[in-house]
């Protein structure tokens, strides 16, 4: 089982579809990056943490489970979303396969040290989209097997109705 920590607002300024989103709507931005990642995570199978910086409001921290694969969570006030990854990874890294997504270079030092791979915002962002591409190919290829013909996806009794209209004429 593979665990990903991403700096959700690090993904979002660096995904370019993300960025322009965020000019109008960061709430849009952010449904649009957990959508992404939810197809991605349940395609692979991975376990993906997604971490928003609350460091500047006074909320309590919020972690909210979304589904099997996905978690997101608002910092506490005070912290940064490269603290709370470290928190969590602390206990993780050497135990289980981790990586953490950000572009930023002094928490990709601190993430080696505790057993954590590193992805660049814009690494994932082409693994992500790969992963979009296997996707839809698989789905093509699912149709492309099962045909495009009536008696493939019609029931038998309309079938024999159809064909009994078709000589009738």
Same mark, same amino acid.
């Given at each position: 089982?593979? #665990?990903?920590?991403?700096?959700?607002?690090?993904?979002?300024?660096?995904?370019?579809?993300? =960025?322009?989103?965020?000019?109008?709507?960061?709430?849009?931005?952010?449904? *649009?990056?957990?959508?992404?990642?939810? %197809?991605?995570?349940?395609?692979?199978? #991975?376990?993906? #943490?997604?971490? #928003?910086?609350? /460091?500047? $409001? %006074?909320?309590?921290? *919020?972690?909210? +489970?979304?589904? +099997?694969?996905? &978690?997101?969570?608002? !910092?506490?006030?005070?912290? &940064?979303?490269? $603290?709370?990854?470290?928190?969590?990874?602390?206990?993780?890294?050497?135990?289980?396969?981790?990586?953490?997504? &950000?572009?930023?270079?002094?928490?990709?030092?601190?993430?080696?040290?505790?057993?954590? !791979?590193?992805?660049? =915002?814009?690494?994932?962002?082409? %693994?992500? +989209? =790969? &992963?979009?591409?296997?996707?839809?190919?698989?789905?093509?290829?699912?149709? =492309?097997?099962?045909?495009? +013909?009536? /008696?493939?996806?019609?029931?038998?009794?309309?079938?024999?109705?159809?064909?009994?209209?078709?000589?009738? /004429?």
């Amino acid at each position: 089982m593979r #665990y990903i920590f991403v700096d959700g607002y690090n993904v979002i300024n660096s995904w370019p579809e993300l =960025s322009k989103i965020q000019e109008y709507s960061l709430e849009s931005s952010r449904q *649009k990056l957990l959508d992404s990642l939810n %197809e991605y995570a349940a395609y692979n199978k #991975y376990n993906i #943490y997604i971490i #928003y910086d609350a /460091h500047q $409001t %006074e909320e309590p921290e *919020k972690v909210e +489970k979304i589904n +099997k694969n996905i &978690t997101v969570a608002f !910092t506490k006030p005070g912290e &940064t979303a490269d $603290t709370f990854i470290e928190r969590y990874i602390n206990n993780l890294g050497r135990k289980i396969e981790v990586s953490v997504v &950000t572009s930023d270079l002094l928490e990709q030092q601190l993430i080696f040290q505790r057993g954590a !791979t590193r992805i660049s =915002s814009l690494e994932f962002y082409s %693994e992500v +989209k =790969s &992963t979009k591409n296997s996707i839809k190919n698989n789905i093509k290829k699912q149709y =492309s097997k099962q045909g495009n +013909k009536l /008696h493939d996806i019609l029931q038998e009794d309309l079938l024999k109705q159809l064909e009994k209209m078709r000589r009738s /004429h």
